[in-house]
């Protein structure tokens, strides 16, 4: 793939996409999607498409992974082959361990694991086609699957990523903006408890602009924790509206 | 003592439902004098108690339930069945034999199969155990006839209704002798296939739309409608 | 994962409520740290780092390779993390797991990311062949805080290291007669925070690790930036949680840095 020829952002925070520098790319959620999981949701995002399913609680194969006293969460996120520029093995690398590791403890705290001991909850995030952010909204998509499977919750847990671009502070870059980027930093939140459950940085950045990092990724996080609800209750609204009719 | 849904409203987990001195009924949590819904469903409040009829949910096992389910293996000791919970249950073969009777497998396979489909209740469960069945009592057993469909276990009193109106027009309209698991299995056995079909029909109607009002009458509707259908094309 | 018995994870809980720790240190102090360079000959740079009672090797090796298709004119770098099984009983034979992989890839983008290493200055023909540093982590002993240790060794191993002279003569990789050291151009250094009853610790020791619900990371370059952050554990951080960890760390880095770089 050839680099971005000239400037992603401009001196007015406008990036090559169109987007201002506090912009979402557009987003679309739906749950429910697959018949076999016990829960299920599907996000695009820009040119993301993930797809995560939930089975669970269940009991846990093999025994000897039971925990006594609360479930235990387990967490596989992986990029399909065809996902990327240059085709990907199948095989999991060690950035896909890693995420899959960080993406399990962002999820964890949500849920009522003590509700059910010496069972398991399986949580799958297929990455289907990739362009920058997409722990972010695996973990976004995935926790509505939790919801999905009826696993009880304290809160949703929504994802976002903020960074710098071209010396300027931007929400949710896209692969580009991430490669020619100077520091990208994924955050996950959980809104009621003021709960920050993932966050990461690479790149560059002085403390203050860290601090603003931060602050941007939250704003988009509201956003897209609104987007989740109602991902959550379209089904429902959908057919109230038709049995009115 | 502010609440923020009306009943029945729609809530997803996290929603604050209220605030204040509230007690956190079924599929909320209190934190901080704060009450929130942990799954999504239709809120519910009674008198101080504020809980979420979950749209979304699986089956717990409790003592005393009644509950279809599926063998999956044949122990040395009894069986193992696949009850729709996160925990297999365990029905011992002492509780179909004599105390004394020492049972060989095969014997076992004769009495229930992998496959069968058996109606049990719950005898004990808790948190280090998996659920224990019974099928002493009367009704209880094996399986002939019938099929099952499964539904998420906590619409099974919308499909009772309002002193068992629901089901009582089911079985009427329908013709079908219907059996309600607590685990969410529900057996039907009619005179005939097309007979079943009409009530896994309404009863599916009824698990889409059972955050709705009025639902009995629209099922009893779609039902009448149905077989008026089936004996214009007789 | 062992047991850590209940009363002690009580007293270490109570105590942090205070601002105390059970072996005595504040809440922003260190273990004592203990930096040996160049402990293995035939490795090009190493070095062996006790941090407290955690020991970490970091053994570097140079080779020749391919450069990535993206940066067809730098050096590669590869760090592995070896969670040996005599370190601890709860380490197990076998090919690195998600821990030992989480740890290589947080060293590595300290390193990375604080472009530590002028890797555009081991090209040897651009497009073809570049020098790859290959950095080998070997935990020894696990008392807590493994991610501090290790690139703390990884920084003394790379500032150890020396490679050959090398000059490509009509197409061909030449060695020539001498060493030269590896091109290092910043210093980051790691420092972790864990969270337990309500307040951040530095450098956890392995019974605070057992008991914390979260920990943090933030790794700095040598000019006080950030350059990698790395939030773990199953608890979660608030916004000013994470500024004050990362206010400390700018300074606790510093003091670190002097144990390596005059």
């Known amino acids: 793939m050839p680099k971005a020829e000239g400037k992603l952002i401009d001196k007015d925070g406008v990036r090559i996409d169109g987007r201002k520098f506090n912009e979402l790319r557009p987003t679309t959620i739906q ?23 939930v089975y669970g609680p269940h009991e846990v194969h093999p025994k000897h992974l039971a925990l006594p006293d609360r479930s235990r969460l387990r967490c596989r996120y992986h990029m399909a082959p065809f996902s990327v520029d240059e085709r990907k093995s199948p095989a999991p690398s060690r950035r896909e361990v890693e995420l899959s590791k960080v993406i399990r403890w962002a999820l ?3 849920i009522f694991l003590e509700y059910y001991p010496r069972t398991s909850i399986d949580l799958f995030i297929e990455v289907l086609q990739a362009n920058g952010g997409t722990r972010c909204a695996g973990i976004t998509a995935a926790s ?19 960074g710098k671009l071209e010396g300027q502070l931007v929400l949710d870059l896209n692969d580009s903006e991430d490669k020619e980027g100077e520091a990208d930093v994924p955050l996950a939140y959980m809104p009621n408890l003021n709960a920050i459950t993932l966050l990461q940085m690479d790149g560059q950045l002085t403390l203050e602009e860290f601090e603003k990092a931060i602050k941007l990724s939250l704003e988009g996080c509201t956003q897209l924790y609104k987007m989740q609800k109602e991902a959550l209750k379209a089904k429902y609204v959908v057919v109230k509206e038709e049995v009115k009719e | 003592m502010p609440t923020f849904y009306e009943r029945r409203q729609l809530v997803t987990p996290g929603d604050l439902v209220a605030e204040g001195n509230y007690i956190a009924g079924e599929n909320t949590f209190k934190e901080n004098e704060k009450l929130y819904a942990t799954r999504v469903g239709l809120v519910e409040y009674e008198e101080r108690k504020v809980s979420v009829v979950a749209l979304k949910s699986f089956y717990i096992p409790e003592v005393g339930d009644t509950v279809i389910g599926k063998v999956m293996e044949i122990t040395l000791g009894g069986w193992i069945l696949d009850i729709d919970a996160p925990y297999p249950a365990v029905l011992r073969a002492s509780d179909v034999m004599e105390r004394s009777y020492r049972p060989q497998k095969n014997e076992l396979s004769s009495i229930f199969d992998i496959g069968d489909l058996v109606i049990a209740k719950i005898v004990s469960y808790d948190r280090t155990r998996d659920p224990l069945l019974t099928v002493r009592e009367p009704g209880l057993g094996k399986i002939t006839r019938g099929q099952i469909i499964e539904i998420t276990s906590t619409k099974i009193p919308r499909i009772i209704g309002r002193k068992g109106s629901m089901i009582s027009m089911i079985k009427r309209e329908t013709g079908c002798h219907i059996l309600l698991g607590q685990n969410g299995v529900v057996l039907i056995s009619g005179k005939n296939l097309e007979d079943e079909q009409l009530a896994v029909m309404a009863i599916r109607k009824i ?20 077989k008026e259908g089936e004996i214009k094309n007789a | 994962m062992s047991m ?20 005595g240190r504040g809440l922003n102090d260190y273990r004592e740290i203990k930096v040996e360079m160049g402990v293995i000959e035939k490795a090009e740079g190493s070095s062996r780092v006790l941090l407290g009672k955690t020991e970490v090797l970091v053994g570097v090796k140079i080779g020749i390779g391919k450069p990535f298709p993206d940066t067809p004119n730098e050096g590669v770098l590869t760090v592995n993390v070896e969670l ?20 290589a890839r947080v060293v590595d983008r300290g390193i990375r990311e604080s472009k530590a290493i002028d890797l555009g200055k081991l090209c040897l023909e651009p497009g073809k062949k570049v020098l790859v540093v290959f950095v080998d982590v070997y935990v020894l002993n696990y008392d807590g805080n493994l991610i501090d240790a290790s690139a703390i060794a990884t920084l003394g191993a790379l500032l150890n290291a020396k490679m050959f002279k090398y000059e490509v003569e009509e197409g061909e990789v030449k060695v020539k007669p001498g060493y030269t050291p590896l091109p290092m151009q910043n210093y980051p250094i790691a420092v972790t925070f864990a969270k337990i009853n309500g307040k951040l610790a530095v450098d956890p020791w392995l019974e605070e690790e057992q008991v914390m619900d979260a920990r943090l990371t933030i790794t700095i370059e040598k000019e006080g930036k950030i350059c990698a952050v790395q939030k773990g554990g199953t608890g979660y951080f608030t916004t000013e949680y994470i500024l004050e960890a990362a206010k400390i760390a700018k300074e606790k880095a510093s003091e670190i840095r002097k144990l390596l770089v005059k």
């Open chain 1, 31 to 53: 749950v429910g999607i697959l018949s076999n999981a016990d829960g299920s949701a599907y996000i695009e995002q820009g040119k993301n498409k993930i797809l995560t399913a």
């Open chain 1, 108 to 110: 964890e705290p949500s």
């Open chain 1, 144 to 162: 509505l699957a939790l919801a999905d499977a009826g696993v009880p919750m304290r809160d949703l847990t929504v994802a976002c990523a903020a």
């Open chain 2, 207 to 226: 698990e889409d739309e059972s955050h709705t009002s009025g639902l009995t009458d629209r099922v009893a509707e779609m039902l009448k409608k149905e």
């Open chain 3, 4 to 23: 850590i018995i209940r009363v002690k994870q009580q007293q270490i809980a109570q105590l942090m409520s205070k601002g105390k720790r059970l072996d």
């Open chain 3, 84 to 103: 040996v099984p005599l370190a601890s009983p709860t380490f197990e034979p076998g090919p690195p797991k998600e821990d030992a992989i989480e740890l």
